[in-house]
Structure formats: C-alpha cells, structure tokens
C-alpha cells in the first residue's frame, strides 16, 4: 500500500504522519515502513547536534501501522477513528537516526468488536530499535 491508500485509511496528515508505505497485510499482522529523514521537524529542536528521533514518536509510528491493520478491515472506515488507548512495556533499544528506515510490525494479541491489543517492533537493518505492546480502541468519528 502506498502513501495514497495510507491517506485513504488514516486522518494524520504532515507532520503527523508517520508512515509512508505498508508492505504487508494480513487479518492478524502488518509491516509498515517509515523514512527517517533529516528534513523531519523534530531533528530542529531534539539534540541538533545529536538528532535522535523521539521514542515517543516512534511509538506513534507504531501506533498507526495498527490502526491502518484495523481500519483496512472496516466497510465503514470513513465514519471511525482507531485512538491509542493504552501503551505497556514499551522499550527503547537503540537510537533511530536521519537516514535509518523504520519498519515496523504489528502483531495482534488479543481483539474484542471495539479494541484491539497489539504487540509491535520496529526494527532498522534488522535490529530491533524499540518495542511495546498497545491497546487500539475504535471510536466513531463523531
């Protein structure tokens, strides 16, 4: 999937949007890939002369790959929203740089009508860079 189908599935837009390609999709699992670039508005304000991009952020990046694999399974799509509800264990193994490429995978652990549970790594030249486990909750638009 490409930034078009991407923008079709989720409402963040720049500078929140933080995944640029999905490169699988399964019922219980996808890939997404973010490119972290020196150009992102982050790197001004967070160690410019150490540009680290925030954990935070890579946990939003997570986020979203998890919400495009729940909302690409929706017919209704356009009437809801997948909000963050809960974040558990989150790690940090590494710092991700300008130029490294973030992929990230998705795992879903446990999923009612409304919510979905999650297990995800995001990964750069195969090492594991952060991981964390994530409560999706679906919402109405309205």
């Given at each position: 999937m490409d930034i078009q189908g991407i923008q079709a599935i989720l409402p963040h837009r720049y500078p929140f949007l933080l995944v640029d390609r999905i490169e699988e999709l399964e019922p219980e699992r996808i890939v997404g890939i973010k490119n972290v670039t020196i150009n992102e508005p982050f790197f001004v304000g967070h160690f410019p002369d150490f540009p680290v991009m925030p954990g935070v952020?890579?946990?939003?990046?997570?986020?979203?790959?998890?919400?495009?694999?729940?909302?690409?399974?929706?017919?209704d799509r356009?009437?809801?929203?997948?909000?963050?509800?809960?974040?558990?264990?989150?790690?940090f193994r590494r710092p991700?740089?300008?130029?490294?490429?973030?992929?990230i995978e998705m795992?879903?652990?446990?999923?009612?009508?409304?919510?979905a549970k999650m297990f995800g790594t995001a990964t750069v030249d195969g090492n594991v860079v952060a991981e964390a486990m994530m409560l999706c909750k679906l919402a109405d638009r309205e």
């Amino acid at each position: 999937m490409d930034i078009q189908g991407i923008q079709a599935i989720l409402p963040h837009r720049y500078p929140f949007l933080l995944v640029d390609r999905i490169e699988e999709l399964e019922p219980e699992r996808i890939v997404g890939i973010k490119n972290v670039t020196i150009n992102e508005p982050f790197f001004v304000g967070h160690f410019p002369d150490f540009p680290v991009m925030p954990g935070v952020l890579i946990v939003e990046a997570m986020a979203q790959v998890a919400g495009v694999l729940v909302l690409s399974q929706m017919e209704d799509r356009k009437n809801k929203l997948v909000l963050l509800a809960s974040v558990e264990e989150a790690k940090f193994r590494r710092p991700v740089r300008p130029g490294d490429q973030l992929r990230i995978e998705m795992k879903v652990a446990k999923r009612k009508q409304t919510i979905a549970k999650m297990f995800g790594t995001a990964t750069v030249d195969g090492n594991v860079v952060a991981e964390a486990m994530m409560l999706c909750k679906l919402a109405d638009r309205e």
